[in-house]
């Protein structure tokens, strides 16, 4: 079982271009979800992705969009980046509850690192 | 923003020592969680405890919840330089999605 995957590893953007993170859930999650982390701070909830739709959002602008593809996978692009968007975005995967009292675990992969200069 | 906040921000201890963290949040709670993160990495799940338990215990660690104070505390045991890392903890609501609200954390150094 791979887990969660993420790509690429490091990326250097300079400010106002547009940038794509991807990321493979664990095998057998069907939900996935973004955060953010700058350096220093815990990761924010920027939004998840449940049958191809975006299920929840935070306190993210509209720059940040994503996907989710039929195989799972997912894609967090973020536009007009200026140099705040630096920071660590990690994806986790689980699968959704199928009862409210329930919580499936999140499982978190090792994360993109960016760079806006 | 950040549901909880971790007390202390940063702790040193000899190895062997004991680890205490502390986190605090703000709203009501379907379970807490911690978190460790190595050297800005991913994050790997350490322990969940439910809204309606007090404590839970998972080899070196053991875990408080109250609800009431709006508080939870982890315990390392017997430290080791393994466990240098970040600790967060992250609440769980449940407002029809999964969503966890992470702490700022706290930077754990064991030396040797």
């Known amino acids: 079982d791979a887990g969660v995957t993420q790509s690429p590893t490091h990326l250097i953007k300079t400010r106002g271009q547009q940038v794509t993170l991807r990321c493979s859930p664990k095998s057998g999650h069907d939900t996935v979800s973004w955060y953010q982390q700058a350096l220093g701070q815990g990761p924010q909830f920027i939004f998840q992705?449940?049958?191809?739709?975006?299920?929840q959002r935070g306190n993210f602008p509209d720059r940040f969009s994503g996907h989710q593809f039929p195989n799972y996978s997912s894609e967090l692009n973020v536009n007009a980046l200026l140099l705040g968007d630096s920071a660590l975005y990690l994806c986790a995967s689980s699968s959704p509850t199928q009862l409210p009292q329930l919580y499936n675990e999140q499982f978190f992969g090792p994360g993109t690192r960016l760079t806006v200069l | 923003s950040q549901q909880g906040e971790e007390d202390p921000q940063a702790l040193s201890i000899q190895e062997g020592e004991n680890a205490t963290m502390n986190c605090s949040y703000k709203t009501s709670i379907n379970n807490l969680q911690w978190y460790r993160q190595n050297s800005g990495r991913g994050l790997v799940h350490l322990i969940l405890i439910r809204s309606n338990e007090r404590e839970k215990h998972s080899g070196r660690l053991r875990v408080t919840l109250d609800t009431s104070k709006k508080s939870s505390s982890l315990l390392i045991t017997a430290s080791r330089a393994a466990d240098t890392a970040s600790y967060f903890c992250a609440t769980f609501h449940r407002r029809g999605n999964e969503k966890l609200t992470f702490g700022t954390g706290t930077r754990l150094t064991i030396i040797p």
């Open positions: 992705y449940y049958e191809e739709e975006e299920r």
